[in-house]
């Protein structure tokens, strides 16, 4: 009997501590596709900021953000960035204070994957700590077809889908007064085992994104 009520009180406590824990999946809002600065502007703001405020960013801003990255502009599922033979191989892990989520487009969600705040490891400079998100390229090798195409093409054409995603994020954030740096500097065996991804799974880039300082 006492062996019992050690084994329920055991369980009671896991299930309360994995509770009070548990990320929820976080919704986004519809794009205000009428916000922002006009493009030429943007261009002229669009820069490298290396210090955050801690300033937290909105549900409208994040979803917007997220949006203008990578978000799906057309009925037909295609995107705000182009991608290699549309393959979208790129998703956006979002680190956040609360957690790690990786964006859904198609679903306007951010799906929680890992409840800790590994925004220090978003790149191995100081900084990536103070930005109230950390946005990670990941690009998913499996999702770029069979053999036809030779690993290091896959390497270099997913650092291009990468590099336009970033982009959008820097005219993005250059619209509304954000601070942003796309990063290549990563300790990416560190961050990869974090973010528990598989083989065939690499890390491109990563972009904080906060307030400026
Ligand atoms: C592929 C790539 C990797 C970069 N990696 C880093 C980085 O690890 N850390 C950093 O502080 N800036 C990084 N940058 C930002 C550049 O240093 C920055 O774009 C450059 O100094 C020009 O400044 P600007 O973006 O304000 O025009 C990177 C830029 C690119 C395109």
């Known amino acids: 009997m006492r062996k019992l009520s050690i084994i329920f009180i055991t369980l009671f406590a896991v299930v309360c501590s994995t509770l009070a824990g548990a990320q929820e999946p976080i919704n986004l809002l519809e794009p205000d596709l009428k916000s922002g600065?006009?493009?030429?502007?943007?261009l002229n703001e669009r820069k490298s900021t290396r210090s955050f405020s801690d300033k937290q960013l909105t549900n409208e801003i994040i979803s917007n953000l997220l949006w203008a990255a990578f978000?799906?502009?057309?009925?037909?599922?295609?995107?705000?960035?182009?991608?290699a033979m549309d393959f979208r191989e790129i998703d956006i892990y979002v680190a956040t204070q609360e957690g790690?989520?990786?964006?859904?487009?198609?679903?306007?969600?951010?799906?929680?994957?890992?409840?800790e705040d590994i925004r220090e490891i978003v790149g191995i400079q100081?900084?990536?700590?103070?930005?109230?998100?950390?946005l990670i390229y990941v690009a998913d090798y499996s999702k770029m077809?069979?053999?036809?195409?030779?690993e290091n093409?896959?390497?270099?054409?997913?650092?291009?889908?990468a590099a336009f995603i970033s982009q959008n994020v820097y005219l993005f954030c250059a619209s509304e007064g954000l601070a942003t740096v796309v990063i290549g500097m990563i300790d990416k065996p560190t961050l990869s085992a974090k973010l528990g991804l598989?083989?065939?799974?690499?890390?491109?880039?990563?972009?904080p994104v906060g307030y400026p300082k």
């Open 126 to 134: 100081e900084y990536t700590k103070d930005a109230p998100l950390g």
């Open 100 to 115: 790690v989520y990786v964006y859904e487009p198609e679903n306007k969600v951010l799906m929680p994957i890992l409840n």
């Open 198 to 207: 598989k083989d065939e799974q690499n890390i491109i880039f990563s972009q």
């Open 71 to 83: 978000g799906i502009n057309r009925e037909d599922g295609k995107r705000t960035a182009p991608s």
């Open 37 to 42: 600065k006009l493009l030429m502007e943007a």
């Open 153 to 161: 093409t896959k390497e270099i054409w997913a650092s291009a889908d």
């Open 145 to 150: 077809g069979s053999q036809a195409i030779e």
